[in-house]
């Protein structure tokens, strides 16, 4: 199936996946939501499998493209961080390639927190900072360019403290990454000398505040133990 016969999907859709199933959050009674649900495909998977998920999303024509593909999905159209729902109305809260891109991330996270019912997961996905700033220099030939966009970079330390201070209860982890998504990502990016850079330094060997990609549960104490 050719791009223009698909949603448009942003970020690594499979790692994401994975994630969501290594933390065991997925069942018929959790009520989940996606901040930056984009055109829906993780909802519409998600749903699709029996889970009870929401979406909030920026974007008017991402929205609107995903009800083309799936129906009327449940998102909601927001301007911020602001969250439309009301205290601990959810069991676990997803963003996958968002949280470097909010400027005010403090204000993000008191957000989620407020959402999440005691003993539920944010989960999150963000490209790591020390690695990212490299990449993105090197993709757009600036130092300061991808700031724009990535303006809350976080290494993993900084982003377990984060969510600390917050009172999250921090777990990082090991999501491979390197597909053919993110092997088509470097070519289309950094080229022959990427892609050659690829064959000899595998990111998933990495340590993991060495990846990529970080990938984090952040829990809201107060509930039962989860594995």
């Known amino acids: ?34 901040i ?26 991402l929205i609107d493209e995903g009800r083309a593909w799936f129906g009327e999905l449940p998102v909601q159209k ?7 729902y009301p205290d601990a109305e959810f069991d676990a809260v ?9 400027p005010d991330s403090d204000a993000h996270l008191a ?7 005691p003993g539920g997961d944010y989960l999150l996905q963000t490209p790591n ?4 700033v490299a990449f993105e220099t090197i993709r757009w030939r600036s ?28 777990r990082a982890y090991d999501v491979p990454v390197v597909n053919d998504f993110f092997k088509a990502k470097v070519r289309r990016h950094l080229g022959p000398i990427g892609a050659a850079a690829l064959r000899v330094v595998n990111p998933d060997r990495l340590p993991l505040a060495m990846r990529t990609n970080l990938y984090v549960r952040g829990t809201r104490p107060g509930g039962p133990l989860r594995a």
């Open 143 to 170: 130092f300061t360019k991808f700031r724009e966009e990535h303006c809350s970079l976080h290494s993993l330390g900084e982003l377990t403290h984060r969510l600390q201070a917050h009172g999250f209860a921090v």
């Open 111 to 117: 957000e989620v927190w407020r959402v999440l019912r």
């Open 94 to 102: 997803m963003s996958f390639d968002v949280f470097e891109h909010i």
């Open 78 to 84: 927001v301007d911020g961080v602001a969250l439309p």
């Open 36 to 61: 930056g649900s984009g055109t829906g495909v993780l909802l519409d998977t998600l749903r699709a499998r029996g889970a009870r998920v929401r979406g909030v999303e920026l974007r008017q024509a």
């Open 1 to 34: 199936m050719s791009e223009a016969q698909a949603p448009r999907r942003f970020g690594n859709f499979d790692a994401n996946l994975r994630f969501i199933e290594a933390t065991g959050i997925l069942s018929a009674q959790a009520e989940i939501l996606e």
């Open 129 to 132: 900072k020390w690695t990212n």
